[in-house]
T-cell receptor
Framework: GQNIDQPTEMTATEGAIVQINCTYQTSGFNGLFWYQQHAGEAPTFLSYNVLDGLEEKGRFSSFLSRSKGYSYLLLKELQMKDSASYLCAVMDSNYQLIWGAGTKLIIKP | IAGITQAPTSQILAAGRRMTLRCTQDMRHNAMYWYRQDLGLGLRLIHYSNTAGTTGKGEVPDGYSVSRANTDDFPLTLASAVPSQTSVYFC????????????FGPGTRLTVL
């Protein structure tokens, strides 16, 4: 079966750095996406990785290792507005997105 | 630019009733999707459409139907609602490429009693 695993909840301090991990087992791989979802709102796109390595975009970076079936999202200089759920999704061999259950990130002052 | 709109925002429905959730996009995206999101579970694909005139079944299609008469609209119909269909429903769209981002509508919160 297809499976995306990420921690249910994480807590971090304002100004700090946090890493959210995602491991996956899917039928095929055509890229990995990270989305941010604030409570009561729609998911919004953060990053896309299809090749191994690190993609940096401002305070957010995403890493991929295809051989390990592993990705992480790194958030630097945390702000209170970063409190949200972070969703990991893998595009499978049918070009459909398989979604993890999301990681709820709580930022404390 | 509106992006994707969904209607209604929320709805309380009696079991057994028929309901259509509306989704409209103005980005001329070829592909559109319907997901449901339940607490503790990831987004689950209900139905999708890769282009106008075609539809396909996702992971959880039972009890739902869709149509794609044109590029912009992708309604989702519950023929006879059941309480297990209580969920938040998101419509999404994307352009054609595999790396293209899916853009989501604001969601419809549906409660079936």
């Amino acid at each position: 079966g297809q499976n995306i695993d990420q921690p249910t909840e994480m807590t971090a301090t304002e100004g700090a750095i946090v890493q959210i991990n995602c491991t996956y087992q899917t039928s095929g791989f055509n890229g990995l996406f990270w989305y941010q979802q604030h409570a009561g709102e729609a998911p919004t796109f953060l990053s896309y990785n299809v090749l191994d390595g690190l993609e940096e975009k401002g305070r957010f970076s995403s890493f991929l290792s295809r051989s390990k079936g592993y990705s992480y999202l790194l958030l630097k200089e945390l702000q209170m507005k970063d409190s949200a759920s972070y969703l990991c999704a893998v595009m499978d061999s049918n070009y459909q997105l398989i979604w993890g259950a999301g990681t709820k990130l709580i930022i404390k002052p | 630019i509106a992006g994707i709109t969904q209607a209604p925002t929320s709805q309380i429905l009696a079991a057994g009733r028929r309901m259509t959730l509306r989704c409209t996009q103005d980005m001329r995206h070829n592909a559109m999707y319907w997901y449901r999101q339940d607490l503790g579970l990831g987004l689950r694909l209900i139905h999708y459409s890769n282009t106008a005139g075609t539809t396909g079944k996702g992971e959880v299609p039972d009890g739902y139907s869709v149509s794609r008469a044109n590029t912009d609209d992708f309604p989702l119909t519950l023929a006879s609602a059941v309480p297990s269909q209580t969920s938040v429903y998101f419509c999404a769209s994307k352009a054609s490429g595999s790396s293209d981002t899916q853009y989501f509508g604001p969601g419809t919160r549906l409660t079936v009693l």
